[in-house]
T-cell receptor, first 110, second 113 residues
Framework: SQTIHQWPATLVQPVGSPLSLECTVE??????LYWYRQAAGRGLQLLFY??????ISSEVPQNLSASRPQDRQFILSSKKLLLSDSGFYLC?????????FGEGSRLTVL | QKEVEQDPGPLSVPEGAIVSLNCTYS??????FMWYRQYSRKGPELLMY????GNKEDGRFTAQVDKSSKYISLFIRDSQPSDSATYLC?????????????FGQGTILTVHP
């Protein structure tokens, strides 16, 4: 069966520090991969998606970037965090249309 | 106007009640409709996935889509305390956009014993 792993689960970072969140999917090949963000009291917002290695599409202009170095690995990064980057970051995968989420990474920027 | 509107609640019901959760949307291109359940501090879990208008049943859950009214619903029968969570509706246009979901704000549900 397919599983998705995200880490770290929780992190607290100072403003201006870098960020790296990682996501890996097991049990499937060539999935579409997604990064969503859920801010407090708001719905989920799509940040990036990828249909293959090295292929990244950005949905909203922001302080973040994404990379896909391997078929089942998706990374969310920032060079300098802003207070507004705080939130719950969710990686997701899809092959047949249904979207499955990981457990999320909760980021607090102070 | 948001593309997807969902009453955030909170909704509180006694155990055993029938729960009705609803979303409206404005984008006629939406073809695929989903309901997710999210427990506190966890990732969303896919409950129901439907295409086009009609009903789909899975155990105690029934998803209903009315494309003519741009209205979707999730019914939970015989609700249990373990159903207490935030329920998110989501939808997409499908095709190359099938994983690019537009979400409602979520409805907070509490089922009390």
């Amino acid at each position: 069966s397919q599983t998705i792993h995200q880490w770290p689960a929780t992190l607290v970072q100072p403003v201006g520090s870098p960020l790296s969140l990682e996501c890996t999917v097991e049990g499937t090949s060539n999935p579409n991969l997604y990064w969503y963000r859920q801010a407090a009291g708001r719905g989920l917002q799509l940040l990036f998606y990828s249909v293959g290695i090295g292929q990244i599409s950005s949905e909203v202009p922001q302080n973040l970037s994404a990379s896909r170095p391997q078929d089942r690995q998706f990374i969310l990064s920032s060079k300098k965090l802003l207070l507004s980057d705080s939130g719950f970051y969710l990686c997701a995968w899809s092959v047949t249309g249904e979207l499955f989420f990981g457990e999320g990474s909760r980021l607090t920027v102070l | 106007q948001k593309e997807v509107e969902q009453d955030p609640g909170p909704l509180s019901v006694p155990e055993g009640a029938i729960v009705s959760l609803n979303c409206t949307y404005s984008n006629s291109a939406f073809q695929y409709f989903m309901w997710y359940r999210q427990y506190s501090r966890k990732g969303p879990e896919l409950l129901m996935y439907t295409y086009s208008s009609g009903n789909k049943e899975d155990g105690r859950f029934t998803a209903q889509v009315d494309k003519s009214s741009k209205y979707i619903s999730l019914f939970i029968r015989d609700s249990q305390p373990s159903d207490s969570a935030t329920y998110l509706c989501a939808m997409s246009a499908g095709g190359t956009s099938y994983g690019k979901l537009t979400f409602g704000q979520g409805t907070i549900l509490t089922v009390h014993p």
